[in-house]
């Protein structure tokens, strides 16, 4: 892990985090600076920089980490509004923080194209 990664320490709770789900591979918290009523952020706890880092062996971790955010949505009620599942990659994508996550966004309406 890399020793100025802000999610790894998040997972090792050497910074503290309100704590959404856990389980030994991954872990899910409220975003510290929401941008709607629901934003919880779906990391797993092994350090991958973003989407360029998945690979095959990784493939089912992803779908693990969809997996949770989904049900995170129905514990949070916000399956029958909707809801949406993003991860930010890189510059462009406005990826801030270097470690694989998922936002789970729902409780208003989400406008598309994002901005
Ligand atoms: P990104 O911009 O990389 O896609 O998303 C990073 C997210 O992490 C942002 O939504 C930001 O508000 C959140 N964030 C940054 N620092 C912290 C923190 O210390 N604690 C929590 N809970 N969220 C954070
Ligand atoms: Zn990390």
């Known amino acids: 892990m890399p020793d ?66 989904t049900q995170i949505a129905r514990e949070q009620n916000i399956e029958s509004s909707g809801y949406r599942i993003v991860t930010n990659t890189g510059a462009d994508g406005g990826q801030s923080v270097m470690h694989l996550h998922l936002h789970l966004l729902g409780g208003r309406y989400m406008a598309w194209p994002p901005g």
């Open 4 to 69: 100025d990664c802000l999610f790894c320490k998040i997972a090792a709770g050497t910074i503290p985090a309100k704590i959404a789900f856990e389980n030994d591979e991954l872990l899910a918290f409220y975003d510290i600076s929401p941008a709607a009523p629901t934003h919880i952020l779906i990391i797993p706890r092994q350090h991958l920089l973003n989407t360029t880092e998945l690979d095959e062996q990784s493939a089912p971790l992803m779908g693990r980490m969809m997996l949770a955010a």
